[in-house]
């Protein structure tokens, strides 16, 4: 659970805002860009639905996302059938899992070392921009928004190796709106999909506040720094 939970929360740092669509750009000042509006963000929500096929297995994930700059965050797992229901939620200070299957709550005090959501999406394109090449492809449509198609390849090898990210990002938003990963062999490992994406909604506090529902059984870790 805590390695799906990790996948949501690293695939939701690259958040922005701007206006326009337009041939005349490149890849770099679309990512410079994203990079520049990043503080515009004050809070944001979503319903990001993950596809993964890994050993001809194909899996799909729907979780509606909620973040309040800089370390709030809240994910509640709508499919499949076996995690609907399971709620993950951070108040900056406490971090809270909720498994209603077994009517179990994990609490983990987070580090005040932790890296903040703000600090991971920075570092996240500070990596994008100097760890790898990107491309321009063109403008496309996804989901009826105007969007820019960029190609990401690691400049070094390692096990990227042959691979490259497609990022459909919004033109007006900066939002990623949808990530492909493909492996060496034009394969589709993993696709990331946003609908639904609101920013500065004034998101209440309340709403990073977890109430253990009645019955369920809390068990206590250490602290630690945000799951990975």
Known sequence: MIKRTGIV?????????????TENISA?????????KHDNIKDFSATMILTSSLGGKVETMKVKIMNKMPSMSRLEYLEPAEIAGQVAVSD????????PNKKEVIKMDIQETSMTFEQDYAKSIKE???QTDISYKG??????????????????G???????????????????????TIDKNDNLLTSVEY???KYNTGIPDT?????VPEGAKIITREPTAVPK
Not at 28 to 36: A, H, L, N, P, S
Not at 139 to 156: A, C, E
Not at 207 to 211: A, C, D, I, P, S
């Open 9 to 21: 929360l690293l695939a939701v740092i690259t958040i922005a805002f701007i206006s326009g669509c």
């Open 207 to 211: 709403e990073f506040e977890f109430k």
């Open 128 to 130: 994008l921009l100097s």
């Open 158 to 180: 390692g096990i990227w190796q042959g691979m490259r990210f497609n990022l459909w990002v919004d033109s007006e938003t900066w939002m990623p709106l949808k990530m492909d």
């Open 195 to 197: 609908r639904d994406v």
């Open 139 to 156: 403008t496309d449509k996804f989901d009826g928004r105007d969007v820019y198609l960029i190609t990401s390849t690691p400049k070094d």
């Open 92 to 99: 900056g200070r406490t971090f809270w899992m909720y498994n």
């Open 28 to 36: 770099e000042q679309i990512v410079q860009k994203m990079k520049e």
